[in-house]
């Protein structure tokens, strides 16, 4: 024993480079064999080689997706054939919906959602917090057998507290009541209102990604989806949180915008089968859906054909973005995109401008008042790949707008959680879903043309009169943007 210490001793400098040395070339090894993505390789091999230990460290722990690997994976396929099983209803004339070409965007999403194209829809949209709110404490409050919620951020404040208590009195009366937060976007608010809902007996867990914990490898990730399910019949998605910055009483002249969704018709066993994967990763427990969803979902005299466009880092497919893709190339008259967080990749940038060399009009709305100062000075890094080929970019007036929004020639919308931005494209849990109707998408066209009427045009100029200083800004910050 004292001759191997005085070996470890005294070649201490040479067994730490020798595993310096092994732990990087391991790390490379793996990047070189599962990474897709050349630039992300390129730059993950640069950190293991360059930083020793500490580089192969960072990436064992948050540069492997896991995620795919695990059982969660089979238990995510056969929710996804319950889910299809209750959606059965198909759209056999898709142009009594929306315009021809949608057909194309329809059989593209067919390969990256597992999920059926259904008819029988109703999706109301509901303009901010004084609409979307009172519309979602109103369904709890009328619950009789299940509300499950799952969201991103709720706050300890006023609105949630409202929510809490809707949540505790269903729970009362015997109504099963689930609810799942993100464990970073609880934490918004301290202390956080998990305390609240939990001592008054609902059922409460964290979508859990710290990395503080055995999920470590999952710290970079978030579940950023906003579902509402109640008893198995309503549902409301979008990008809304809950938090009274939303909601006019309360923060008068600085409430935030943004536009949520109701639903009703076969839509809604979709979203369960989404809430019930989810639940099952932060949990073990699975939920059957044949208990949660209703008898027989009501097919809904509005007829929209819609679907969920789950995406998520445990899926080999990056559904949402791969769906963009689709829409930007089957656009002929007009592309409308309202966004609070607009950074696409090369390859959506590419989309879009290539749209617009084949004379389709693409207007991009982002806000003029960001709530996060980086992501803006990002934003607008990049703003002239955009506008150089004809996109019209428009910066909204008024306060903040969170909506997340777009449309397809008047026919096609996606409406959801997905910001364009690589974290809610790659890294995220997102849920969006796409509808093809004719009614929503003007509603929505309406909506973002008036944030055009009444907003201003990033030109060159604009962009000009930033200064070099600004400018150089940006763009530093801009490198950093698939992590903001």
């Known amino acids: 024993m004292a001759s191997l210490w005085k070996f470890l001793v005294e070649y201490q400098t040479h067994l730490i480079f020798a595993a310096s040395v092994v732990l990087s070339v391991a790390a490379a090894v793996h990047i070189a064999l599962t990474k897709r993505d050349v630039r992300a390789a390129i730059a993950w091999v640069g950190v293991v080689l360059f930083s020793p230990f500490l580089g192969p460290v960072l990436y064992f722990v948050v540069g492997i997706n896991r ?9 995510r396929d056969r929710l996804l054939k319950e889910g299809a099983d209750h959606t059965s209803v198909t759209v056999s004339d898709l142009a009594q919906h929306a315009a021809v070409q949608c057909l194309s965007l329809k059989k593209a999403s067919d390969t990256v959602t597992r999920f059926p194209l259904c008819g029988g829809n ?27 919620l799952q969201t991103y951020i709720f706050d300890n404040d006023i609105v949630g507290h409202r929510f809490a208590d809707s949540l505790i009195a269903a729970f009362l009366r015997g109504v099963r009541v689930r609810v799942l937060i993100d464990s970073i976007g609880v934490r918004y608010s301290h202390p956080t209102i998990v305390h609240r809902l939990r001592e008054q007996g609902v059922t409460v867990e964290l979508f859990e990604t710290n990395a503080v914990t055995w999920r470590m490898p999952y710290a970079n990730m978030r579940c950023h989806r906003k579902i509402l399910v109640v008893d198995g019949a309503q549902g409301f998605a979008g990008g809304m949180n809950i938090r009274e910055e939303f909601l006019t009483e309360i923060a008068h002249d600085n409430t935030a915008r943004d536009i949520h969704f109701q639903m009703r018709g076969p839509i809604v066993a979709q979203l369960l089968v989404v809430f019930c994967h989810d639940w099952l990763f932060s949990t073990g427990e699975q939920l059957k859906l044949g208990d949660w969803i209703a008898a027989e979902p009501a097919f ?33 008259q007009h592309i409308r995109i309202q966004s609070p967080y607009f950074l696409p990749d090369q390859v959506l940038i590419g989309a879009l401008t290539t749209a617009a060399r084949r004379g389709v009009q ?19 890094a990049q703003i002239d790949q955009i506008i150089e080929t004809g996109c019209r970019v428009w910066k909204g007036s008024g ?18 959680s997905s910001n364009w931005d690589s974290r809610s494209l790659r890294l995220n849990f997102e849920i969006d879903i796409e509808v093809y109707d004719r009614r929503l998408a003007g509603w929505i066209n309406g909506a973002i043309d008036n944030e055009i009427a009444h907003g201003e045009r990033v030109t060159f100029e604009s962009i000009r009169k930033q200064g070099l200083l600004a400018t150089l800004r940006n763009k530093l910050i801009w490198l950093a943007s698939p992590y903001l």
């Not at 995620?67 to 238990?75: C, G």
């Not at 789950?310 to 656009?331: F, M, N, Q, W, Y």
């Open 300 to 332: 809904m005299p509005a007829n929209m054909a819609a679907r969920c466009v789950p995406s998520g880092p445990d899926r080999e497919i990056e559904s949402t973005h791969k769906v963009l893709l689709a829409a930007c190339a089957v656009a002929q």
């Open 122 to 148: 109703e999706i109301v949209p509901l303009n901010g917090g004084d609409q979307t709110y009172p519309a979602m404490l109103a369904a709890i409050d009328a619950s009789v057998d299940s509300v499950l």
């Open 67 to 75: 995620i795919r690997q695990t059982r969660i994976k089979s238990h």
């Open 362 to 380: 693409v207007d991009i709305v982002i806000p003029g008042r960001n709530n996060l100062r980086l992501i803006q000075y990002a934003m607008m």
């Open 399 to 416: 306060n903040f707008d969170h909506s997340k929004l777009m449309t397809v020639d008047d026919s096609w919308s996606l409406i959801g």
